[in-house]
Nanobody
Framework: QVQFVESGGGLVQAGGSLRLSCAASGTTFSSNTMGWYRQNSGKQRELVAYIRTSGRTDYRDSVKGRFTISRDNAKTTVYLQMNSLKPEDTAVYYC???????????????????WGQGTQVTVSS
């Protein structure tokens, strides 16, 4: 059974930092490109960042230079360090194994249909 358990969210002032964690189970974690996604009310869920099995990372333009994704294959856990947070980063954050569509992961496709409960990040101005 595939399961993702996200944690680490909270309420923070603009300019603050948070570190999110996502523990995965029932997946082929070490062979998956892992991604962090976010969804704000009324908007479609979007990929924020991903990390390949090689450790290579990529970020949505809006978070480049502020967010850092990392992974620990031994713990089947993926992390998202978020610095210099902005009110527009407010959303529920999820992780999943990212699937490419053509040559891009930003189409939002995932390997698994299962999603965790997410972790709420709220940034106040």
């Amino acid at each position: 059974q595939v399961q993702f358990v996200e944690s680490g969210g909270g309420l923070v002032q603009a300019g603050g930092s948070l570190r999110l964690s996502c523990a995965a189970s029932g997946t082929t974690f070490s062979s998956n490109t892992m991604g962090w996604y976010r969804q704000n009310s009324g908007k479609q869920r979007e990929l924020v960042a991903y990390i390949r099995t090689s450790g290579r990372t990529d970020y949505r333009d809006s978070v480049k230079g502020r967010f850092t994704i990392s992974r620990d294959n031994a713990k089947t856990t993926v992390y998202l360090q978020m610095n210099s947070l902005k009110p527009e980063d407010t959303a529920v954050y999820y992780c999943n194994a990212a699937a490419s569509y053509g040559d891009s992961y930003y189409a939002g496709r995932t390997v698994y249909d299962d999603w965790g409960q997410g972790t709420q990040v709220t940034v106040s101005s």
